[in-house]
């Protein structure tokens, strides 16, 4: 079973920087989509951004296109979420997920994610 572990994740100021990494224990060449969720206390959990692993193709939801960027490094097996100018309507568990077998569909639907870490806590302070 794939294992994706988040790391990152910290209490900021807004306007703070912040990098997410999520290490995945395969190699993600082989897993052809992954993407970044958020889930704010009493709300659903939402995507923020994915990646097509092998052509780089990425997405965005329109509260953080600018904001963030979402990459990856296959050598390294890891995804990344570069966060900037942080505001505290982006504070939330942030998970990291993964499409591990040709799907379609929406990139922010998140039932088409089977894979799932734990997560990891951002907060940012006005």
């Known amino acids: 079973q794939v294992q994706l572990v988040e790391s990152g994740g910290d209490s900021v100021q807004a306007g703070d920087s912040l990098r997410l990494s999520c290490a995945v224990s395969e190699y993600i060449d082989g897993i052809p989509l992954m993407g970044w969720f958020r889930q704010a206390p009493g709300k659903e959990r939402e995507g923020v951004a994915a990646?097509?692993?092998?052509?780089?193709?990425?997405y965005y939801a329109d509260s953080v296109k600018g904001r963030f960027t979402i990459s990856r490094d296959n050598a390294k097996s890891t995804l990344y979420l570069q966060m900037n100018s942080l505001k505290p309507e982006d504070t939330a568990t942030y998970f990291c997920?993964?499409?591990?077998?040709?799907?379609?569909?929406?990139?922010?639907?998140?039932?088409?994610?089977?894979?799932w870490g734990q997560g990891t806590q951002v907060t940012v302070s006005s």
């Open positions: 997920a993964a499409v591990s077998k040709p799907s379609s569909g929406w990139w922010g639907e998140k039932s088409r994610y089977n894979l």
């Open positions: 990646i097509l692993t092998g052509a780089g193709v990425t």
